[in-house]
């Protein structure tokens, strides 16, 4: 019996968006389901904010009230165990993501089958324990968690300062960019010789659709919570 080609979904993600958890989760779980070759794509979201002009929710007043309530319904929705920090301000604008998305990066130049773990981990020391994810201590805790070798955390983090890690990061957002993304998360799905984009965490059944799939609700069949 013929095998079935894979599916190619890139994920253009930075941990400092709750949204991106969101779709991660969602797509990790389908990956299965709908034979996906899943392509993580760790980016800086403050540099796609900037190259397109938009302005993040949280200098919205509304949009930042909304914010709350609705991560509130969407973590029971996608059965994620998402909590908004303290003081989200702080979070995203004054302490951001850039060490921490260099990290991933770093770890996914050295070890890709951690990629996905580590990068759940930080989610969850950011968006679910309201832990400080700007200090070396946390980057050691996150991928101790995500089962990474003293040998690799140790090369992990005297990578992360190093140019091909910087290049790395910043071409992924460079090619977000050049697909026009605006914010996180941003989905590319493959389709035959086109390169479909979606924008966010809740147009999954648009991307069913696109690749010909069905959508089951946040937590599919074939799924491990």
Known sequence: MAQ???????????VVSPYSWLAFEVLCRYRSNWNLDL???????????????????GLVPNKFKYMYKDLSRLAEY???????????AEVMFEKGSLKAQRFITAVDMMNIDKTEEI???????????????????????????????????????SMMSTLPVKNRLRAYTDRAVKLE????????????????????????PILAALIDEHWMGPVPAKSKL
């Not at 996608?78 to 989200?88: A, D, T």
Request: zero cysteines; aromatic letters at 12%.
């Open 78 to 88: 996608y059965k994620v165990p998402l909590q908004p920090p303290k003081n989200v």
């Open 39 to 57: 392509q993580l794509k760790p980016f800086f979201l403050s540099g796609v904010m900037e190259a397109s002009g938009n302005r993040p929710p």
């Open 4 to 14: 079935l080609t894979k599916k190619t979904v890139e994920l253009f993600y930075d």
């Open 119 to 157: 990068s759940r981990q930080l989610w969850m020391k950011i968006w679910s324990k309201d832990e400080d994810i700007t200090l070396p201590e946390s980057f050691v805790d996150a991928s101790n968690e995500a089962g990474l070798e003293d040998a690799e955390i140790t090369e992990a983090l």
């Open 181 to 204: 993304a605006f914010g996180a998360p941003y989905i590319v799905a493959h389709v035959e010789d086109k390169e479909e984009v979606i924008f966010g965490a809740d147009r999954f």
